[in-house]
C-alpha cells in the first residue's frame, strides 16, 4: 500500500487545483496579476485571492469565471465554483 492511498480525496483535489492554477498563474502574472489559492472546500468551492492588477479591474470576475472557473471545472471535476475572498 502506498502513502498516497492513505491520503484523503480532498487532499488530493487541493493539489490538483493547486496544480491546474500553477499553469494559469503566468497568464494572469502577464496582464500584471496574480492568483492565490486559499482554500478548496468539502462542497467543490475554490476559494482565490487575485493580486496586483487583477484588483479593482473590471475584467478580474469574468477572467475568474470564464478562465478559471472554466478550466478548473474542466481538469478537476470535484470543483463546483470558484470564488474571490
Do not use: F, Y
Not at 502577464?30 to 487575485?50: K, M, N, P, S, Y
Not at 493580486?51 to 478548473?72: D, F, I, N, Y
Amino acid at each position: 500500500m502506498t502513502e498516497s492511498s492513505d491520503k484523503p480525496a480532498q487532499e488530493s483535489v487541493h493539489q490538483r487545483v493547486d496544480a491546474v492554477i500553477s499553469v494559469i498563474r503566468p497568464l494572469i502574472q502577464g496582464d500584471g496579476g496574480d492568483i492565490e489559492l486559499i482554500a478548496v472546500g468539502d462542497d467543490g468551492v475554490v476559494q482565490v485571492r487575485l493580486h496586483g492588477a487583477c484588483v479593482g479591474c473590471p475584467g478580474a470576475q469574468m477572467t475568474l469565471k470564464m478562465g478559471v472557473e472554466r478550466h478548473l471545472k474542466e481538469k478537476v471535476p470535484e470543483v463546483t465554483e470558484v470564488v474571490c475572498v
